[in-house]
């Protein structure tokens, strides 16, 4: 099996796998200006957090590729005015803002401003490699959590087409199915955009790993006839608390889960903890067009002049969370010990 790779770099363009197209067709669609960058973020041609950090970290690049500045002091400033617009591309993924700011230290690191274009797009190859490292260690931890002849539940995407490789949620099943368990999975459809039925069923076809679509509504139920052993998702921000914001109808999730006696966890990079909040009410939300839930690749769901209210992630409290699965080990609560920990080295 040839491995899913949605981000390429490749003299000097971001070769971007366009997710609004799968799983109909697999096209590129070429970046070459960090505004395309920003775009495609919006867009969700990319999407996922990992995925958007790597994006945004290529951004940041391109961006300082295309500054002239008489000198240093005036081109780092013009280069945190785009990068401004990048952090705005999307506002809930933190990873988006802790990939903006490691590129900026670096730039702010460089003594000549000639040469710091060269050293941003060697720092975003740097992030994009550690990402796929960062997924296979966090695959490695999560893997006992995996059942041997149970079944587990995914919600949205969180594969390779999410990050840069692997995976984070499906990499930890990945993981836990290449180690020889065997285990029935389940994917939600994942409504409105259907990264579920699109994108994560497109993956496990690729991987060879048997898994059901089911719709949204129907996890409540089959949780109830105990088809579902756990459920393990991504997340976008985790507050210092352990409070999660994930994909919308992941805390729908994780009460049923927890009014079914079964586990729940998250799997995801140290990158992804925000330790500046201390509990997930101060999470933003992005709010994304009312059209994705009336209408679908062009076709109306629903009457016309219709209000639909469309917020891309919702917080699932930290009480309902078994564990947290980082590239550093597997976190318990109290998170807000566990994730200190893990974010300054180990737990
Ligand atoms: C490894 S991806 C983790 C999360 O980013 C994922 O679960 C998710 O919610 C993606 O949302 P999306 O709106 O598709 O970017």
Redesign the pocket.
Known sequence: MSEIRPIRWQEGKLLLLD?TRLPVDETTFVVERYEQAVAAIRE?RV??????GVTAAYAVAMAARDIRASDRAEFLSALEQDCVHIRAA?P??V?LGWAVDRMMNVAESVDSAKEIPDRLVAEAEEIHREDEAINRLLGDYGKELMPDGGSVLT?????AL??SAF????GVIRAGWESGKRFEVFNTE?RP?L?GARLTSWEFQKLGIPATLLADSAAGMLMRQGRIGCVI????RIAANGDTA??IG?YMLAVLARENGIPFYI??PTS?IDLALPNGDGIEI?Q?PPEEVTRYGGVATAPEGVSAVNP??DVTPHHYIDAIVTERGIASPPYTESLILAVNGGN
């Open positions: 997710q969700m999407r996922g957090a990992p995925a958007i999307r809930t993924a990873n919600h949205c995407n969180t594969g999410a990050t995976g984070t949620a499906l994942t955009w990264q998702t991504g997340a976008d994930n994909k992941t799997a995801a992804t992005e994304r891309a992630f």
